[in-house]
Structure formats: C-alpha cells, structure tokens
C-alpha cells in the first residue's frame, strides 16, 4: 500500500482584480491610439504614391505615342487595340490623344488592359486662349475622400505630393507659350502633352463648377 498525503490540490494562484484589468485596458488603449496615426500615414502615403507611379505611366504612353507620330505619315495603332487609328482626327496637331478613355475608364487606352487608373475627370475638354485641356483627380486628390491637407498655412503644403486640394492636367494642345496661374498655386508654364500635377496650397477644395476653380485660376498665351 502506498501511503502518501491525501490532502486535495490547492490552488494559490491570484485572480486579476478590476483595477488591474482596467489598468491594462488603458495600456492597450493608448497604445493602439498611438499605433492608429502610424498606419494611417502609412496607408496615406501607399495612396500617395501609388498615383504619382500611375501618373508617371500615363505620362510615359502619352510621350510614346506622340514619338510614334513624329516620325509617322500614315495611320497607326496608337492606343494599342489591335486596330489603325484616324490619327489626323484623334490626335492633336501636336501629337498627342484628345480622348484616352476605354473600357470606363478615363486613360485606359493608355494602360495595359488589365491596369485600371483610378483617374476621374472633372472637366471636359476646356478651350481657353490658345491651350485645350481637361482636369482629373485619382485617389489622393480627390476633393472629398482623398487625402487630408498637411496643413492651413499658404505655402506650407507638402509639395510635389497628392492631396485633396490638388489636381491633375492634360493638354493635348497648347499653341504658344502658355502659362497657368492661381492665387493657391502661384504660375506654371504648360506645353502641349503635359500631364502635370498641379500643387495647390492652402486647405479650400477646388471648385470645378467653376471656371476660376475657385482660386483665380487662368490660362495665358502670348
């Protein structure tokens, strides 16, 4: 017979009181308060620069279709569907698409099929003095879900960088030495297919129902 104690288990293990548990909610509650703004920065600036890569590839086939043009005479595939295109009525004279939308979207005749560009236009196609251009925004831009303004002060905003209050431009044709200009953004001289990104300062959404944008914005031509 094996005799040993037959005393039952006792458990001295302590229990979290409410205090403690309270205590760790609020350590685990600031940290994630903290860790929140990082990873919506991060998020902020895949966005960010997820539009400048499409809006240098947009560039990039715009460039490439009017070198095709400069050294063709005749009809060629410029948006790529397999078929020669009237390059006399869909391109500028100087070269470049006046319509690149396909399938829904607004330059997807200038990406791969399977590319989509986030892009939308905010304008038609704008004539004013000797330059035809149209407005777009993607992601980042975007007047009202895009990304917020870095901050109120004028000419503190983060440049060269996609925010809400930004926008993009097209100019298929500009005739002459034309330049843009705002009270938001200062002067910007425009040659035909540019598709630049205009960097507006301050924290006012652009106004695209209206022909000044809401800043003074103008086009000149000498």
Request: proline share 3%.
């Amino acid at each position: 017979m094996i005799r040993g104690k037959t005393a039952g288990f006792v458990n001295n293990k302590k229990a979290f009181t409410m205090v403690e548990l309270i205590f760790v909610i609020v350590i685990i509650g600031t940290l994630a308060a903290m860790a929140v703004p990082k990873f919506t920065g991060v998020k902020d600036q895949a966005i960010k620069a997820t539009e400048l890569s499409t809006a240098s590839a947009i560039a990039t086939a715009l460039e490439s279709i009017h070198s095709a043009w400069s050294i063709s005479d005749d009809d060629f595939d410029w948006d790529n569907d397999g078929l020669d295109d009237d390059i006399d009525n869909e391109l500028s004279s100087s070269g470049y698409p006046w319509d690149t939308s396909r399938n829904g979207d607004v330059f997807g005749a200038l990406l791969k099929s399977s590319s989509k560009s986030d892009f939308k236009a905010q304008t038609d196609l704008l004539t004013q003095s000797k330059m035809r251009y149209r407005l777009f925004t993607a992601k980042a831009t975007d007047p009202v879900r895009g990304i917020k303004y870095p901050t109120g002060v004028i000419g503190r905003d983060t440049l060269r960088k996609p925010d809400r209050n930004d926008f993009w431009l097209y100019a298929p044709e500009v005739n002459g030495s034309c330049r843009i200009k705002s009270d938001r953004f200062g002067e910007k001289k425009i040659i035909s297919g540019d598709f630049v990104l205009i960097d507006v300062n301050g924290t006012l959404a652009v106004d695209f129902s209206d022909s000044a944008l809401g800043m003074g914005f103008s086009v000149t031509c000498p």
